[in-house]
């Protein structure tokens, strides 16, 4: 069974740094593709980055670029998010999400398994 366990949230200022982390477990995690999504209050689901199964590759949604950086340790079955320069806006839960695909996808319906969910809040 496919689990996926993301932590490393809370409440930062903005301007601060948080790195949010999923372990994966259940099947072979560098045969997978990787997302992070974020969920405001009254907003739908949003992708926020992508990377490839060997990492070499990723993608970021505009809002977040140069600000935010995804990253997997294939032997740790893990993958990262350090989120810099944080902003109000930021404020989400943050998801992390398992993809079949061959490459590297920004699109919510090419994920099949999703963690639970990590609470950001970063305050004025």
């Known amino acids: 069974q496919v689990q996926l366990v993301e932590s490393g949230g809370g409440l930062v200022q903005a301007g601060g740094s948080l790195r949010l982390s999923c372990a994966a477990s259940?099947?072979?995690?560098?045969?997978?593709?990787m997302g992070w999504f974020r969920q405001a209050p009254g907003k739908e689901r949003e992708f926020v980055a992508t990377?490839?199964?060997?990492?070499?590759?990723?993608y970021y949604v505009d809002r977040v670029k140069g600000r935010f950086t995804i990253s997997r340790d294939n032997a740790k079955n893990t993958v990262y998010l350090q989120m810099n320069s944080l902003k109000p806006e930021d404020t989400a839960v943050y998801y992390c999400?398992?993809?079949?695909?061959?490459?590297?996808?920004?699109?919510?319906?090419?994920?099949?398994?999703w963690g639970q969910g990590t609470q950001v809040t970063v305050s004025s």
């Open positions: 990377i490839s199964r060997s990492g070499t590759t990723t």
């Open positions: 999400a398992q993809s079949r695909r061959e490459l590297a996808t920004t699109r919510y319906n090419d994920y099949d398994y």
């Open positions: 259940g099947r072979t995690f560098s045969s997978y593709v």
